[in-house]
Structures are given as structure tokens and as C-alpha cells.
């Protein structure tokens, strides 16, 4: 099975900041990586695949960049809407996996 | 509009059985591949199983932790996707969604979600 492994698993920023999230795979998985977030009580909504593209309806502060094994995720300028759960999700192979999560926090 | 409604989550002993249904609107399910996911209270995302679209035989795929166990299968008839779940263990206990898979950049990803429906196995 191929790991996820997501950093950090939470950071607190203010309203405005860069924020940078890490997903790193144990085994290569081309550009097969997206992005989910996910507000309390919630179900998860779908930002970004292809490891970099954006999904329709998404604000263009978030991106994401990456291929192979190293992928970020990145809010160019935190909004009060953003503070959530963010998960990565390789769809490369079987079993799909999901990184551990990263909780952003108002600080 | 595209909407998910899951239902059949309850409360089930150890060593049962439940059905979870997956209501589909706003689509042609049998044009879909479709995904069940699964989160532990106050826990990570694990996904649970799949099952490809009518062009690919609703073939189906699933999480060693549930192989064997959980059984997908859909009602195109009536739109529906369906999560059989036997023998049940603590470990279980989850909220499940369904989740459909919009094929693009070359790969499968969850572009709508349902609203989830929680399953507690305990005694």
C-alpha cells in the first residue's frame, strides 16, 4: 500500500498568511494526488487533482504543486472560510490512500 | 444539481449486518464510477471500496480491511448505490459516505460527497 504522509497535522495562522501544507508518498504516484478539505460535521469537499489543478468553483488562492512523491498544497492568503481539515488523497493505485490530515487553526 | 443522501446507519452488535443505501440525484449512476469512504469518530478519511461505471462491468475494488466483508453493488434502476456490511467489528464504527468520481487529469477523484451516515458497532 502506498502511505501518505501529510505535514504538519496542524498550524495555527492568522487571516491573510501564506499557509504551506506537505503530502508526501511512500512510493511514486505520478501527478494522481488531490486535495479535499473538510469543515466540522461536514463532508469532505474536492479543491484540487491532478496534483495541481484546480477543481471548478474554487478560489484561486489555493494551488497545489507536485509530482512523483513530494506535493504541497498552498492558500496564498488564509480567509476565515479556510480554516478547516485539509486531506490529500492519492488515486494511483489500490488501496486508495488518504494522508493523515492537517487542521488550520486561527491563531 | 448533483446530490448524495446516505441512509441505513444505526446502531448493530458485533458479529451483525447492516445495508447502507446511497441515494443519487441530479446524474446517470450507471455513467459513474462511485466510492464508499469511511471516518472514525474524530479520526482521519479511509476509503472503503469502489465500483466502476456500466462500460467497466461495475467491477468493484476494496480496502483489505473490509475485503471479504463489505459488499458494493448499485440499482441503476432506481439510482441507488448500496454498501452491504457483514460481520461487523468495533473497529467499524464509522460515518460512511458515498462519494462520485468525476474522471479527469487522467485519473478518478471524489468531485460530489454525501452527507454521511453513522454506523456504531458495538455491544
Known amino acids: 500500500d502506498i502511505q501518505m504522509t501529510q505535514s504538519p497535522s496542524s498550524l495555527s495562522a492568522s487571516v491573510g498568511d501564506r499557509v504551506t501544507i506537505t503530502c508526501r508518498a511512500s512510493?511514486?504516484?505520478?501527478?494522481?494526488l488531490g486535495w479535499y478539505q473538510q469543515k466540522p460535521g461536514k463532508a469532505p469537499k474536492h479543491l484540487i487533482y491532478?496534483?495541481?489543478s484546480l477543481q471548478s468553483g474554487v478560489p484561486s488562492r489555493f494551488s497545489g504543486s507536485g509530482s512523483g512523491t513530494e506535493f504541497t498544497l498552498t492558500i496564498s492568503s488564509l480567509q476565515p472560510e479556510d480554516f478547516a481539515t485539509y486531506y490529500c488523497l492519492q488515486h494511483n493505485s489500490y488501496p486508495l490512500t488518504f494522508g493523515g490530515g492537517t487542521k488550520v487553526e486561527i491563531k | 444539481e448533483v446530490q448524495l443522501v446516505e441512509s441505513g446507519g444505526g446502531l448493530v452488535q458485533p458479529g451483525g449486518s447492516l445495508r447502507l443505501s446511497c441515494a443519487a440525484s441530479g446524474f446517470t449512476l450507471s455513467d459513474h464510477y462511485m466510492d464508499w469512504v469511511r471516518q472514525t469518530p474524530g479520526k482521519g478519511l479511509e476509503w472503503v471500496g469502489r465500483?466502476?461505471?456500466?462500460?467497466?462491468?461495475?467491477?468493484?475494488e476494496y480496502a483489505a480491511s473490509v475485503k471479504g466483508r463489505f459488499t458494493i453493488s448499485r440499482d441503476d434502476s432506481k439510482n441507488s448505490l448500496s454498501l452491504q456490511m457483514n460481520s461487523l467489528k468495533t473497529e467499524d464504527t464509522a460515518v460512511y459516505y458515498c462519494?462520485?468520481?468525476?474522471?479527469?487529469?487522467?485519473?478518478?477523484?471524489?468531485?460530489?460527497w454525501g452527507q454521511g451516515t453513522l454506523v456504531t458497532v458495538s455491544s
Open positions: 462519494a462520485r468520481d468525476l474522471f479527469v487529469g487522467g485519473s478518478y477523484y471524489f468531485d460530489y
Open positions: 465500483t466502476r461505471d456500466k462500460v467497466n462491468s461495475y467491477t468493484t
Open positions: 491532478a496534483a495541481s
Open positions: 512510493q511514486g504516484i505520478r501527478n494522481d
